[in-house]
C-alpha cells in the first residue's frame, strides 16, 4: 500500500479536527458566529481564486499618464483577461518585440488594440501579419493604440516615439474621431485607468464592473483594458 501521500493529507485534515474540537468547547452561541464567520472567508476566499482563475480579474493592464498622448498602456506587461492574452512588449506596444523583420506601425484607439475582448493573435494589426506570413511575406505589425485616443494622442505619440523604423504607417481613424473632445484621462483615479494593480479581484469587479453605469460587466469593448 502506497502511503506516500498520508503525510500531506493528515497536515490537511489535522487543523480541521482541531477545529472542530476547539467548537465542541464553547458555548453555541459563540460557536455559531465563529462557524458563520469562517464560511464567509472561505467563500470570499473562493470567489477571490475563481475571479482571478477564470477571468484575469485583479491583474488588469496598466496605464501610465502622459502630458503629451494623455495616456498609453505601460510596457513590458502580459495577462489573461476573459480568456485572451494581452501582452505589450518594452515599447508599450501591443505587439511581440521588435526583430529585425520589415515593420508597418499600425496607430489607433481600441478598435485597433482590441482591448480584453480580442485575443492577442485576433487584433487588427495580427491579422494581416497572419496573412502575409501564408504568402510567404514575413512582415512584423506594430500595435500602437489604446481605447479612446483620437488623431491628436495619435500624432503626439509619433512625435515622441517616432515610428520604429517602419516602412509604412497605417492609421484607424473611427467617425467618432471627427467631434470627440480630448478629456484629461484620470490615471489612477478612474477604475477604468488603472496605474497599479487592486488588491482583490473581487474589488475590481465591484468598482470597475458594477458600479460603473452604462459598461456592462464582463464587456470591455468601449473601455481602456
Known amino acids: 500500500m502506497n502511503t506516500r501521500g498520508s503525510p500531506a493529507i493528515c497536515a490537511l485534515l489535522w487543523p480541521?479536527?482541531?477545529?472542530?474540537?476547539?467548537?465542541?468547547?464553547?458555548p453555541r452561541k459563540f460557536s455559531r458566529r465563529i462557524?458563520?464567520?469562517v464560511v464567509i472567508a472561505v467563500a470570499c476566499a473562493a470567489c477571490e481564486l475563481w475571479l482571478r482563475l477564470e477571468y484575469g480579474l485583479g491583474n488588469p493592464p496598466l496605464v501610465y499618464r502622459d502630458n503629451s498622448y494623455r495616456y498609453a498602456f505601460a510596457p513590458n506587461q502580459s495577462t489573461v483577461r476573459f480568456?485572451?492574452?494581452?501582452?505589450?512588449?518594452?515599447?508599450?506596444?501591443?505587439?511581440?518585440?521588435?526583430?529585425?523583420?520589415?515593420?508597418?506601425?499600425?496607430?489607433?484607439d481600441s478598435v485597433?488594440?482590441?482591448?480584453?475582448?480580442?485575443?492577442?493573435?485576433?487584433?487588427?494589426p495580427y491579422l494581416p501579419e497572419s496573412a502575409l506570413r501564408l504568402d510567404g511575406k514575413n512582415v512584423q505589425f506594430l500595435n500602437a493604440s489604446s481605447g479612446g485616443w483620437g488623431p491628436a494622442e495619435e500624432y503626439a505619440f509619433l512625435s515622441r516615439w517616432g515610428i520604429?523604423?517602419?516602412?509604412?504607417?497605417?492609421?484607424?481613424?473611427?467617425?467618432?474621431?471627427?467631434?470627440?473632445e480630448a478629456a484629461d484621462a484620470a490615471v489612477g483615479t478612474d477604475p477604468n485607468f488603472p496605474d497599479r494593480k487592486p488588491v482583490f479581484a473581487i474589488q475590481e469587479l465591484v468598482v470597475r464592473y458594477l458600479m460603473t453605469?452604462?459598461?456592462?460587466?464582463?464587456?470591455?469593448?468601449?473601455?481602456?483594458?
Not at 18 to 25: D, F
Not at 112 to 124: I, L, M, Y
Request: proline share 4%; net charge negative; hydrophobic share 25%.
Open 112 to 124: 485597433t488594440n482590441g482591448g480584453s475582448p480580442t485575443d492577442q493573435s485576433n487584433t487588427f
Open 164 to 180: 520604429y523604423g517602419s516602412r509604412a504607417v497605417v492609421i484607424e481613424i473611427g467617425t467618432n474621431d471627427f467631434y470627440q
Open 16 to 26: 480541521c479536527a482541531t477545529w472542530v474540537r476547539y467548537l465542541k468547547c464553547m
Open 213 to 225: 453605469r452604462g459598461h456592462e460587466p464582463f464587456s470591455e469593448s468601449s473601455k481602456n483594458d
Open 83 to 108: 480568456g485572451h492574452l494581452i501582452k505589450y512588449n518594452r515599447e508599450g506596444l501591443r505587439s511581440e518585440e521588435l526583430d529585425d523583420r520589415p515593420r508597418v506601425l499600425c496607430l489607433g
Open 35 to 37: 462557524s458563520f464567520i
